[in-house]
């Protein structure tokens, strides 16, 4: 079955780096337009970093500079290199899979806590 496992969260102190990681299996990756989203405690779910099936990649203004989102597709693996961090990054980021590049993710990961104290 299709499962997105995250995984390297973890409690930083700010300025600090994580990187994130994201195996997947059960599809076929290199086909799957791939995101990284976070939801912080009483704030909505947001769209941080996506990559297309080429390496084109977005970002969102929050993390823009900071984050770096890249895939292995010989490894299945999406990952987030995350530097710079800052108190507002605390989170649970999750993983996210697309067949097309519009339209709604339709696989997702069970998330992975990342905390930045100051």
């Known amino acids: 079955q299709v499962q997105l496992v995250e995984s390297g969260g973890g409690s930083v102190q700010a300025g600090g780096s994580l990187r994130l990681s994201c195996a997947a299996s059960g599809f076929t990756y290199s086909w799957y337009y791939m995101a990284w989203f976070r939801q912080a405690p009483g704030k909505e779910r947001e769209g941080i970093a996506s990559i297309d099936t080429q390496g084109t990649t977005s970002y969102a203004d929050s993390v823009e500079g900071r984050f770096t989102i890249s895939r292995d597709n010989a490894k299945n693996t999406l990952y987030l290199q995350m530097n710079s961090l800052k108190a507002e990054d605390t989170a649970m980021y999750f993983c996210?899979?697309?067949?097309?590049?519009?339209?709604?993710?339709?696989?997702w990961g069970q998330g992975t806590q990342v905390t930045v104290s100051s």
């Open positions: 996210a899979a697309r067949r097309w590049s519009q339209g709604s993710y339709a696989y």
